[in-house]
């Protein structure tokens, strides 16, 4: 880890190609500070997630960025949609929303690791668990409202990232002829794919544990439907690698788990230091912002193994310095969102630890 440790600060001292990578990250920047002023206007509950839904659509290639911004949009109206349904009319218990949560886990995942539209099973996957997971320590009632303003939300930011899309592509990378390539295309793949159902199979068993964790003796009280809702997050993106590329490298998961640990403690981290220095200051945390989105997509940009990383430091810090009320900010959201992250990491592991175990699958696997 410290060897990579040197390489992320090699990045920021001899860094490749950086008149591209710059112009992505301002790109970044404008998409996240744009999503965090929609958000505001829409008057969402939840301003964070449209900053990270400006952050993870836009990318250099504008045709990237629109397949991106609508999968993540329909995937989320589908699978909260859904997950609100289920609430609304069957109104079910811990081990009822456990079934439930492994049904979807185990469909979605199945279809976000074999269809080409990756990126909006994967975000059914993630509204249905979030909103489903909402319930526990929340009125019913409201469920309609969090769904509501969740989809909102997704739609504010991944709309910032289209209009600042659309005017760089037609003004700065004009000029600059910087025609980036785009990314190839995932195909469908035919027929069942063993390694595709094992990881569905991980998914869903992980999160179909959560509804039942606040039912735990001491532990169980601290557990809020946020961080529940981060630790379903963190259980499905951490599985969704193209198994062209698990085929190649059986550790890559697990280097995932590690990097994403990495990342969100890093983001803390900064998110303190911010927090501590600013003093609420609204100017100040807004220079937060940019410079952890600069931070994280600049890693990001390396296209080197822990690139990661950089994703997971900009959402953190996002966390952080995006409250949805500048007079409450505190470093607990942020803090929140690593405890959740943690909660999936070891729920994930465990289940793929003991079906290694159960199956006999290679070591390296896990």
């Not at 045709?63 to 009319?89: D, K, N, P, Q």
Request: hydrophobic content about 50%.
């Amino acid at each position: 880890m410290f060897a990579q440790f040197k390489q992320i600060l090699s990045e920021f001292t001899k860094p490749e190609r950086p008149g591209p990578r710059l112009l992505d990250e301002i790109e970044a920047v404008c998409s996240v500070l744009l999503g965090i002023a929609f958000a505001h206007l829409l008057k969402v509950d939840h301003v964070s997630w449209a900053a990270f839904s400006g952050y993870m659509v836009i990318r250099s290639q504008l045709s990237t960025s629109f397949t991106r911004g609508t999968l993540r949009v329909l995937g989320t109206i589908f699978g909260a949609s859904a997950a609100w349904a289920v609430v609304t009319w069957l109104t079910p218990g811990p081990l009822a929303m456990s079934a439930c949560l492994a049904v979807a886990g185990i469909f979605t995942m199945y279809q976000a690791l074999t269809r080409w539209c990756s990126y909006g099973w994967l975000f059914c996957g993630v509204g249905f668990s979030m909103v489903l997971l909402d319930v526990i320590g929340h009125p019913v009632a409201n469920i309609t409202h969090f769904t509501a303003s969740r989809i909102t939300e997704v739609a504010a930011g991944t709309l910032a990232s289209f209009v600042v899309g659309v005017l760089s592509h037609f003004t700065l990378r004009q000029m600059l002829k910087d025609n980036a390539k785009p990314v190839g295309r995932l195909m469908n793949l035919a027929g069942w794919q063993p390694a595709a159902g094992r990881g569905a199979l991980h998914a869903g068993l992980s999160l179909a544990l959560l509804p039942l964790l606040p039912w735990l003796p001491q532990l169980g009280h601290y557990l809020t439907s946020d961080i529940l809702g981060q630790a379903a997050t963190t259980i499905l993106v951490i599985m969704v690698v193209p198994l062209s590329t698990q085929a190649k490298d059986r550790d890559i998961v697990s280097r995932r788990v590690l990097h994403r640990f990495a990342g969100c403690c890093s983001g803390a981290l900064l998110g303190v230091v911010g927090v501590i220095l600013s003093h609420g200051n609204v100017t100040a945390v807004m220079l937060c912002v940019c410079l952890g989105v600069l931070i994280g997509r600049h890693i990001e940009n390396s296209g080197k193994p822990f690139s990661y990383i950089g994703m997971q430091f900009t959402l953190v810090s996002l966390f952080i310095f995006v409250p949805d009320n500048y007079q409450e900010m505190t470093a607990q959201a942020g803090f929140g969102r690593l405890a959740g992250v943690i909660v999936g990491i070891i729920i994930l592991q465990a289940f793929r630890l003991a079906t290694k175990l159960a199956w006999k699958t290679p070591a390296d696997e896990c």
